[in-house]
């Protein structure tokens, strides 16, 4: 049966549904008037079906022999037929039984569709789509077949079979919310970009609540609709002859030797790396299967091991940190790919160990760039392990040259993730603390520019109910805390290293806003520091402290 067939019996169903309640509704009707409408009604209707049944019958040979004096108990019930009551309470009759054989009918399709979730959990996608099947046979009208067999569909890759479901489940539910977000998917897979948008649309109109989802999928049909722009125009201004365009793929077929020594890659990357000046050299590395030639070459990897072993390694992972760098400034694309390959995902967040600080301050170069933006920021936490990233960034601030203020404007920007902060929760108190209050005990030997930073940084962490619960229990952090306060101020002399105290009257108070054994017996300390504080001359001072004693 074609697919305009099964959908024009299933609209026929939906029909004969809606007017049989229809008809049962005036039949019980208070209104003698609506209940004789709907009397004549259903004679009506009775009277067509009968037709339509002869109708189909009459190329049949009829041996039926007739009996031309029928008995009175042959006869039809006639009284049945014009008294209302007892014609209402056959047709109540019947549509109980109708009700009974749905009932039935229902179970046995939900059965079905469960069979069909374990299936599709378990991969056997193929085997997901028949159970739906079967499911539909016993329940046309089940939306959840319909968008879970889409579902399935998708994931085989039969993307106009999948959007076909989904308006199926939307003729049973028009607000069915689960058939706009898998078609808007089978849309994006199509690449028909405005279709795809006017599903999520819709998900926002019917739900606002759904936001965020839906401002996700738009972003990524934008992406998928920018990736495709982008290659087409690379595509033109390579078979255009342009020459970085030439270049860019010449070099890479040089690249992609294998065993060469590590100074022949050196060079090439080098020259490859000049040559990508825009959007077209980066897509052309991408679309030829740059990502594969670079990282999966042995030699190369190597290099990205964070313990080299010769000055040709560093040399060689010192050329290729800075073409990644060119190759994913501004593409989401090729941050995407970059952080989602192997061996990369794995190797360069060791990379911030790396013994060469050359190395560390390329690698941190690297990550800031994906942090400056929120697609570039999700990409981090959402592929990368963050539960030590803080420790060992915070580590930078011991350091005096452009690795220490990289590694503050990184975390900086990662803290407006949240997920990046429930990451941090799982080594702070036994990683974190201890290095941070370590540094303010010690801040006249840091990099205190770094430190200032390093300051705020715990303080923006500290809108994470756990990690301010945490610190606000640290003993060590507090005492650490109030150490600093006595380095930069001495009562009735002039404030020494402002910015500091600024930042560490701001940080605790943040923390006091969580409560605590450790607060309340340190209480008496930390009132007398904000009192001699209100003698300071600056009114961030004076004014901080003057809410830190509200507090207590």
């Known amino acids: 049966m074609s697919n305009q067939q099964e959908e024009q019996d299933l609209q026929k169903f939906l029909r004969d549904v809606d007017e049989i309640t229809n008809l049962i509704q005036g039949l019980n009707s208070t209104d003698p008037a609506v209940q004789e409408k709907a009397i004549a009604d259903t004679e009506k209707r009775l009277s067509s079906v009968t037709e339509r049944e002869e109708k189909e019958c009459r190329h049949r040979v009829d041996r039926t022999l007739i009996n031309t004096r029928p008995s009175a ?13 007892r014609f209402m309470a056959a047709v109540e009759k019947d549509a109980k039984e109708r009700a009974r054989r749905r009932a039935k009918n229902e179970a046995l399709a939900n059965a079905l569709k469960e069979q069909g979730n374990d299936a599709f959990s378990k991969g056997d996608y193929a085997g997901a789509v028949q159970k739906y099947t079967e499911g539909l046979k016993k329940q046309k009208d089940m939306p959840a077949l319909y968008t879970n067999r889409a579902q399935a569909y998708i994931k085989l890759q039969e993307y106009e079979k999948a959007v076909l479901d989904c308006e199926w489940a939307l003729r049973c539910d028009e607000k069915d919310l689960k058939a706009f977000f898998h078609m808007g998917r089978a849309y994006l897979a199509l690449k028909q970009y405005s279709k795809s948008r006017e599903c999520y649309l819709k998900i926002l109109e019917m739900d606002p609540d759904k936001e965020k989802l839906c401002k996700d999928c738009m972003n990524e049909v934008d992406l998928e609709e920018k990736r495709q722009c982008e290659e087409e125009k690379a595509t033109k201004a390579f078979e255009s ?6 270049s860019v793929t010449q070099l890479l077929q040089k690249l992609s030797r294998p065993n060469e020594d590590a100074l022949f890659y050196v060079g090439g990357i080098q020259l490859l790396t000049d040559a990508i000046q825009d959007c077209t050299e980066q897509t052309l590395f991408r679309t030829n299967n740059g990502f594969s030639i670079i990282n999966d070459n042995e030699v190369i990897r190597r290099a990205l091991h964070p313990e080299l072993k010769s000055a040709a390694e560093v040399e060689l992972s010192l050329s290729l940190i800075p073409l990644w760098r060119a190759v ?14 192997p061996y990369v995902n794995t190797q360069l967040p060791s990379l911030l160990l790396s013994e060469v600080s050359e190395i560390q301050e390329q690698c941190l170069a690297l990550l800031s760039l994906y942090a400056q933006t929120e697609h570039g920021r999700s990409l981090l936490v959402r592929h990368l392990d963050l539960t030590k990233w803080l420790q060992t960034l915070v580590s930078f601030v011991n350091v005096f040259d452009g690795r220490a203020s990289l590694a503050m404007d990184l975390l900086t920007n990662l803290t407006m993730e949240e997920k990046f902060k429930i990451q941090c929760r799982i080594k702070l108190s036994t990683g974190v603390l201890p290095l941070f209050a370590q540094l303010l005990n010690s801040f006249t030997t840091v990099n205190q520019t770094a430190l200032v930073q390093c300051i705020s940084v715990m303080g923006d962490l500290c809108s994470d109910t756990v990690i301010r619960m945490q610190m606000a229990e640290s003993q060590e952090s507090w005492q650490a805390c109030l150490n600093l306060v006595d380095e930069c101020w001495s009562e009735n002399k002039a404030t020494r290293y402002l910015a500091c105290l600024q930042a560490v009257l701001g940080l605790m108070m943040n923390i006091s806003l969580e409560s605590s054994l450790t607060i309340q017996e340190l209480a008496e300390e930390i009132c007398r520091r904000c009192v001699s504080l209100l003698s300071s001359q600056d009114g961030t001072v004076v004014t901080v402290s003057g809410t830190e004693l509200n507090t207590r």
């Open 73 to 85: 108990k042959d006869l039809p019930d006639q009284e049945g037929l014009t008294n209302p009551e």
């Open 328 to 341: 994913c400034r501004g593409n989401e694309e090729n941050q995407r790919l970059l952080l989602t390959h």
């Open 241 to 246: 002859g342009r020459s970085r365009a030439v």
